[in-house]
């Protein structure tokens, strides 16, 4: 997982105070950074805890939300300066020593974990171009017909939603890997298929069930949280629809099948090599647009980012499970 970090220009750090050079003694890594300027900016009295979270959120992938600062055994406040949170009126030392206490149980730097979650569908439920070579490299987008939603007991405003899914990989998940995340024997690709759009005007409707007269069943709720939140899809060899799985929760006492580590840093050249793609999705989520994300994608494992001119970008993200 990768965790976009915030690109701050040098004119809104202070250049009035006491110049200042830190260590921060991370508790997540055990390590200490030392630093005395940020973007060619000295670091001074004048700065505030905020400006200090700010910098260090891009020196360490920690975002500021994550973070806190302790000096003298006490939490310094983001809003207050740096000379006012150390000095108590007394003479701000060259030299300081904070200690970045690291929340790990929240996002970002916890997502998850999940449970994947097998959706009901078949591959007659999905209309797919011809999915070619090309197709497979840079992903594609699939119809669902207002009588396949039917036969889940879903109805929509129009007569199909369309769903995007990005580029294909192979599968590389052993027998109990595949058993433990719903991997049919025979799939061979594998793609992230993001929200529809439209989502919202998905409703359940039990009538349209054939098994109407027993009650509703799971297969309009799965089906939605599909739609409306996105999930994997398994392709067989020849590009045919195999399974579909959604993410839910994981029951209480079990660990989850799809996991992510901890946020490496961004490089915003990816962000502009794969917004040309239209790569980026928005969230819909709720727990997660309540933390403040609005975007997002799904890294294919080992994914190389190309520059415009079709050569990889100098640096790249290191994921080698996506």
């Known amino acids: 997982m990768g965790s976009t970090l915030s690109f701050e220009a040098p004119g809104d750090f202070p250049t009035t105070g006491q110049p200042l050079a830190l260590t921060v003694q991370c508790s997540h890594t055990g390590q200490g950074i030392c630093f005395a300027d940020h973007m060619g900016q000295q670091v001074t009295g004048d700065w505030t805890v905020g400006h200090l979270h700010r ?9 500021r939300q994550c973070q806190r600062l302790m000096f003298g055994g006490r939490c310094l406040e983001a809003n207050g300066t740096i000379q006012s949170a150390i000095s108590r009126g007394e003479a701000l030392p060259s030299r300081l020593k904070l200690f970045m206490l690291v929340d790990r149980e929240s996002f970002p730097q916890r997502l998850g974990p999940f449970a994947p979650v097998p959706v009901p569908v078949v591959a007659e439920d999905f209309v797919l171009p011809e999915v070619t070579d090309e197709l497979q490299r840079c992903g594609f987008y699939w119809e669902m017909g ?46 992230w298929s993001y929200p529809v759009a439209d989502w919202e ?34 392709f067989d060899a020849g590009c045919r629809v195999t399974a579909a799985t959604t993410v839910g929760r994981v029951p209480t006492g079990c660990e989850g099948g799809l996991t992510f580590s901890e946020p490496k840093r961004w490089e915003r050249e990816w962000t502009a090599a794969l917004a040309e793609q239209g790569r980026f999705q928005a969230i819909t989520m709720k727990s997660l647009k309540d933390a403040g994300v609005k975007m997002y994608l799904w890294l294919r494992p080992n994914e190389v980012i190309e520059a415009s001119d079709g050569n990889p970008l100098p640096r790249q993200p290191a994921v080698p499970h996506g």
Not at 55 to 63: A, D, K, N, Q
């Open 201 to 234: 005007s998905l409703e359940s409707d039990a009538y349209l069930l054939e098994s109407w007269d027993s009650g509703i069943t799971d297969s309009d709720s799965l089906l939605k949280s599909f739609l409306s939140i996105g999930g994997f899809l398994y």
């Open 55 to 63: 910098v260090l959120e891009s020196l360490t992938g920690v975002h």
């Open 146 to 191: 207002a009588g396949a939603l039917a036969r889940h007991g879903l109805r929509a405003r129009a007569d199909r939603v369309f769903g995007q899914v990005s580029p294909l990989h192979p599968i590389t998940a052993d027998l109990a890997q595949r058993e433990d995340f719903g991997v049919p024997k025979d799939a061979r690709l594998l793609a």
